[in-house]
């Protein structure tokens, strides 16, 4: 069966290229009825990076001063699938000036000249999607003095991408990919002449796909909280593009985008940014913000968990906290072994964290950082609560993962307590793994409790088998906890502590009983945005369980000379490396 995928992915790749060029025999549109307002957030320095030749995709850079974007190599798919799906355009449209739009209307033109007639890697239904999104709502900018016959080209290739996507949604795989090419195909409906009827298919698909795809707690199946922002900014969109023509919405789409708002804010830190879980990243600056406004929805997060996630937050300080079972299935393909793992912020500082996704820097990059190693969490004998699948036709997928996750928030006038626990340990050693976070009202200290428990006869003979086979020495466990890399690390008090110096002067200091050993090691800092991780540290409590029941107490506290407030405005040393 080693053969399937390739095989069904080489059959897509027909179907779209017929598909693609069926759709340039269609009826061109001529002109706009109406055109959603832009949008989608750019940046400016990315915009005169793009000006200047340096082009940052999928992780990669490469120096190109004066070439043409498409005479440039593409050193792998995922770099690829960036210039085709014209996210860039938003960099571009941000910049402004005269050089930013030459350069964007000499690199769409070309596109045209070159692959408008469905060649390259760009026709696929959420590429296209995204693609139409970007053409349609920089129009003014990308127009602004071209001649008829440019204007004719562009027209023309708008209206083959709609009847594309009318052809080829479908094969989008359900979820992201397929909200993209949905939102494209309403954006192209309500926008070009002679479209409007692509427009009903497309409510009514987008109101399906919501009903099925988004739970009642506005969670999406894969957990990971950026790719449901990148679906509620979507969906918001598509809802403002269809009010701004005269047309609703359907029900189940506008119910959707009322169930995730809350859900994002939930998985929001105090900085502003997304808990980074499951693949997700922090999310871009000011995307979050933006699509939250732009929905107008106003209500927050019932207690409890929001997609699987507690959320602890007093004071300054946030606390999220993965609190459920990983996702299982075709949805587990981006997951991690994260179960009970947590991130806190203080303020505008990220302190603990995970270390990410590592999926732009390559497959071992991304394999490591799905493993709890890569977590901030109990470690049983150096492997993970989640193992990948030994199944050679999904071999992304998770197996052998915490199916029975307990999870409770409690609140009190001193703070507010999490209790959980997982069993993603059972089957190999007989221990659950259970732990207990107490943050302070005013946030000023996290108190944790891990434990590692045999709690029934079976879990005890498994036990009992696993430290006969370490001669008695007792099972070795970790308690990782890693470090932003703005965070300054240092053992103090004799080894007994580590201070924690933030960039916003504050200090934190961590502290745990004497039954483990405290360590500070090398740990990295993984984000799709740097072209290659960054170093960092982690504080590491090392221990045995030798018997049924093993408990590890620890502090993290804020140090008592450190103020209530914060004026924390202080611009961040900008890098380079991320000036993109």
């Not at 109990?378 to 993970?384: E, P, T, Y």
Request: overall charge positive; glycine content about 12%; hydrophobic content about 45%.
């Amino acid at each position: 069966m080693s053969h399937f995928k390739p095989l069904s992915a080489r059959w897509a790749h027909l179907s779209n290229l017929l598909a693609a060029r069926r759709a340039a025999m269609g009826r061109p549109a001529t002109a706009f009825v109406s055109q959603p307002e832009p949008r989608s957030i750019g940046y400016l320095a990315r915009g005169r990076q793009l000006c200047a030749g340096n082009l940052v995709f999928g992780g990669h850079l490469v120096e190109a001063p004066g070439a043409m974007l498409w005479d440039v190599p593409a050193p792998d798919a995922g770099f690829a699938e960036e210039l085709h799906g014209f996210g860039w355009l938003d960099d571009l449209a941000a910049a402004g000036d005269a050089a930013a739009r030459q350069r964007a209307q000499a690199w769409l033109w070309t596109w045209i000249a070159r692959y408008g007639r469905g060649h390259g890697p760009g026709w696929t239904p959420d590429l296209a999607g995204r693609r139409l999104i970007r053409w349609i709502s920089h129009a003014i900018f990308l127009l602004r003095g071209q001649p008829p016959e440019a204007s004719q080209a562009f027209f023309r290739s708008l209206a083959q991408q709609a009847h594309f996507l009318a052809r080829r949604w479908r094969a989008a795989a359900p979820g992201l990919k397929r909200f993209e090419a949905l939102t494209g195909l309403v954006y192209a409906g309500v926008s070009l002449e002679g479209m409007g009827h692509l427009t009903a298919e497309a409510r009514a698909a987008l109101a399906r796909e919501c009903a099925q795809g988004i739970d009642a707690g506005g969670g999406i199946p894969s957990r990971n909280p950026e790719e449901l922002l990148e679906v509620f900014t979507l969906l918001t969109w598509a809802a403002l593009g269809l009010s701004e023509a005269g047309q609703a919405p359907d029900e189940a789409h506008w119910r959707a985008v009322e169930r995730i708002a809350p859900c994002l804010r939930a998985l929001r830190h105090a900085d502003g940014g997304l808990a980074r879980f499951h693949g997700g990243g922090r999310g871009l600056d000011g995307r979050l913000d933006a699509a939250l406004a732009a929905s107008g929805v106003k209500a927050r997060a019932a207690t409890g968990l929001a997609m699987g996630f507690a959320r602890l937050a007093r004071g300054r300080t946030s606390v999220i906290l993965d609190a459920s079972a990983p996702p299982a299935g075709v949805a587990s393909e981006g997951a991690h072994a994260s179960t009970l793992a947590f991130e806190l912020t203080s303020g505008r500082r990220p302190v603990i964290v995970s270390c990410g996704s590592g999926a732009s820097f390559g497959p071992e990059w991304r394999r490591a950082g799905r493993a709890t190693p890569s977590h901030s969490t109990l470690v049983l004998a150096g492997g993970s609560s989640a193992r990948l699948s030994n199944d050679k036709r999904h071999p992304d997928r998770l197996s052998e993962a915490p199916r029975d996750v307990q999870a409770q928030i409690t609140r009190a006038a001193d703070g507010i307590r999490f209790e959980g626990g997982h069993d993603g340990y059972l089957r190999s050693h007989g221990l659950t793994h259970a732990r207990r976070l107490d943050l302070a009202a005013d946030g000023r200290a996290l108190v944790g409790e891990d434990m590692l428990l045999s709690l029934d006869a079976t879990g005890k003979a498994r036990f009992d088998r696993a430290l006969d086979a370490t001669r008695l020495h007792g099972v070795p466990f970790d308690i990782r906890f890693h470090l932003h890399p703005d965070v300054e690390a240092s053992l103090d008090m004799g080894g007994t502590a580590v201070s924690l110096l933030l960039r916003s002067g504050e200090i934190w200091i961590f502290r745990a009983d004497g039954g483990t050993a405290l360590a500070l090691h090398p740990s990295v800092y993984l984000e799709k945005t740097r072209l290659k991780p960054r170093a960092t540290r982690q504080i590491v409590l090392s221990g045995r369980a030798t018997g049924y029941a093993t408990r590890i107490r620890w502090s993290l506290a804020k140090a008592q000379e450190t103020p209530v407030g914060i004026r924390d405005v202080a611009e961040d040393v900008p890098d380079p490396e991320t000036e993109d």
